[in-house]
Every structure is written in C-alpha cells, then in structure tokens.
C-alpha cells in the first residue's frame, strides 16, 4: 500500500513530529511505502530528507502527483498548519477527485480548538470531516464532540488509541540526568511538556507548595518543569505564542512567591535522546491540564513505566479510568494530598504501574498500525464499491 503522511516530521521539534514518525517506521516495516510531507523543509543531511519535504503547497501538489499514494493521511491541529492548511485541503481535495486519492485525517485536538474557535470551530471541523473520506481520533470523547457538533458522519469517525512509544528511540545508557542536574538522591517530580495556559502548571505549583507545608519528607523532592513555551508560525498563531510567554512568566513569579527557587527547576527543550532518562528518573509524572484531549506525555510515561498523576478528563480519564492515578482538574489540595501519597508510599506508587499492562496491550504500536491499516483498507474498498456514495465497510 502507498501511503503519504501530511504532518509536521523530525527534525522539527513537535510532538505530532515524533508520533509521525513512528507511524512511519512501523509502516514500513510491515512493507507499505510511506511518503511523508513535513510541515517545515528538513535541512540537508537529515536522516529522512530523501522522503519529506516542506509544506509549500506546489510541492505537495507534485509530490502527491508522483507518489500516487493510495491514502493521503493529514496528521492536523491548527497549531501545526496554521493559514496554509486552507490551501492544502484544495490541493488534496482535488487528488482526491483527479488521482481518486483516500484522504484520511487524524484530528488531535478536537475539544480545545472548536472552543476555542467556537462556532466557527464547529464549522471548520465539519468541512474538513467532508473533504476527508475517514476521521481517526484518539478518544471517544472526540467522536462524540465530532458526531454531535460538528455534524460529521459517524460511520466515517474512527477511535484508534494514542500508540505508546518506543524505548529503543532513546538513550539507555546510564543516566546522567541526575548528576547534570543536582538531583542526586532527590525524589523528583516532572511536568514535561509545552508550557500552555490549558496545562495547569499554576495548579501543580501551588499544589507542590501545598504539600511541602503538609509533609515535611517532602522537602527533599524537586518539582521539574521540562519543557518551553511553543514557537508559533508568524501571523495569528502568535498571539497564543504570547499568550504562553506570558503565562510562562507568571509560573516564573509563581516559584518566587512560593518561596520555591531551590526546589523548582525550569529545564529547556529535552532533546529526544533525554526523553527516557528524564522519565526512568523521575519518581512521578504529573499532567495537571485544566483542558486535554490525548497527550503523548502520558503514552511516555506508559511507556517508561513511571508512576502518573493526571486530570480527570479527556484522553487522562479514558486511559487511566478505574486507577488511582486521577484527580479533579484545577484541585490543589486533592493534587498535593495526591503527590504526597505516590511519594511516601511505595505500594501506591508499585500498584500505579502495576495497572499499565491493561492499558498498555492495545497501546503497541503495532496494535495501532494494524488498526490504521484495516481503516485504510476499509476506506479503500467503500470507494471501490460506491464511488462517492462515502459508506465505510470498516
């Protein structure tokens, strides 16, 4: 099967980036040709260069017209595309017609871009829902959003969990995150992430400031915020770039008003190699977010095997339902009385991991994959047995 991805792709420095990629390697390795069209042009001497290119909208016109691929799938959230993508859903829209191209595209943030683009949010998602002939999301929640207010077709709408990532993409020589950073013999807590104004780090702040007055062992744990505000594309996106600064600045004053600066740490961008490392050495994971719809924070965490607590809602309460990993969005002392029991108590924190083997089965990526290929599939054969009629046998 020829298979071309429209996403954002190594090197450039994007979650969405990193989940592409594994989506390909793993194609390819079950023998489809995987092309993939970046949102940004790969510099010279990238590993990949050979099969990406810039999204620059005469080029994916001719890299869709040479691949001929039998499934175009456009890994989309506004912040990744931005005003192009209006152009890109003309170009694609008329592969589909010209090259009888299957469209398929995953949305990764449903929920917060239709509030925050209300009605017209709405509205969008339903164009781009009829251009596609099948939608993947990575929760139930997000098909139901699409289905009741967005108006787009069920039969079309398609869960496939968030795939766990895959150790061996990161370094397993012996840690040195510890020693570079002075947390020898500190537990640790790590928020890891995109600084956002949706991911509550203002809760955890106050929470961790909470739980060092309730506890005292817990004056020996470091909070590390292991991430940077988003660097958005020029135009309107970088309002939320702005937004996020001064956000970012206020969790700077936060710390000092906390009394905090010798046990919060701020750590830039964690190069790819250092996202284990920082994972194996934290002895919690903490999501926070006062809005989510899936992250692949938690899909590392699974997969590193680190103790997590995160909010109830989204993709969170969905994959970690029935755990005791939950907590209400935007509590500070249910979130501090929370840390301060994974921390203290060993068989909390064991029995936490211990649960991941459920959720992780259908998390592999090659459980994924293979759920990817049979939409593809499906999508294909409805077109073959009803040209334009838009029923999915999958």
Request: proline share 3%; glycine share 6%.
């Given at each position: 099967m020829k298979i071309l991805f429209v996403s954002p792709y190594p090197p450039a420095k994007d979650g969405l980036a990193s989940y592409t990629k594994l989506?390909?390697?793993?194609?390819?390795?079950?023998?489809?040709?995987?092309?993939?069209v970046g949102t940004r042009t790969l510099a010279s001497g990238d590993s990949d260069a050979s099969s990406s290119l810039g999204l620059n909208i005469r080029r994916l016109y001719a890299a869709v017209g040479t691949a001929r691929p039998d499934v175009v799938h456009i890994q989309y959230t506004i912040a990744s595309f931005g005003l192009i993508a209006l152009s890109m859903w003309v170009v694609l829209g008329m592969a589909k017609v010209r090259l009888r191209t299957k469209l398929v595209v995953t949305f990764h943030e449903v929920k917060r871009e239709t509030a925050l683009l209300y009605g017209l949010g709405a509205l969008y998602?339903?164009?781009?829902g009829g251009i596609a002939d099948s939608v993947t999301v990575h929760t139930h929640e997000a098909v139901e959003l699409l289905v009741d207010r967005c108006?787009?077709?069920?039969?079309?709408?398609?869960?496939v969990p968030h795939p766990l990532y895959v150790n061996s993409v990161w370094s397993v020589s012996p840690s040195t995150i510890r020693e570079k950073y002075g947390l020898e013999r500190k537990r640790v807590i790590l928020f890891f992430g995109?600084?956002?104004?949706?991911?509550?780090?203002?809760?955890?702040?106050?929470?961790?400031?909470?739980?060092?007055?309730?506890e005292p062992r817990m004056t020996e744990t470091r909070l590390v915020i292991a991430g940077s505000v988003r660097p958005r594309r020029p135009g309107l996106l970088k309002i939320f770039e702005k937004r996020d600064c001064k956000y970012r600045d206020k969790l700077h004053a936060m710390v000092d008003t906390f009394g905090l600066t010798d046990s919060v740490q701020f750590v830039p961008y964690v190069?790819?190699?250092q996202i284990g490392e920082w994972f194996r050495s934290a002895?919690?994971?903490?999501?926070?977010?006062?809005?989510?719809?899936?992250?692949?924070?938690?899909?590392?965490?699974l997969t590193c095997r680190t103790p997590i607590i995160a909010s109830r809602l989204g993709g969170f309460a969905e994959t970690l339902s029935g755990t005791n990993a939950l907590v209400t969005p935007g509590d500070e002392m249910e979130l501090a009385e929370k840390i301060i029991l994974v921390l203290t108590d060993e068989l909390v924190s064991r029995s936490l991991v211990e649960e991941y083997d459920a959720i992780c089965r259908e998390r592999t990526i090659e459980a994924v994959t293979t759920r990817l290929l049979e939409i593809y599939r499906g999508t294909l054969i409805a077109g073959i047995a009803c040209p334009g009629c838009g029923r999915d046998s999958a």
């Open positions: 989506l390909v390697g793993q194609l390819r390795s079950e023998g489809c040709e995987v092309t993939v998602y339903r164009l781009m108006h787009i077709a069920r039969h079309k709408i398609h869960y995109y600084i956002h104004v949706d991911k509550g780090i203002d809760h955890l702040l106050s929470a961790f400031s909470l739980a060092r007055r309730l190069p790819e190699h002895s919690v994971v903490v999501m926070p977010y006062t809005r989510i719809e899936q992250s692949g924070v938690l899909n590392i965490a």
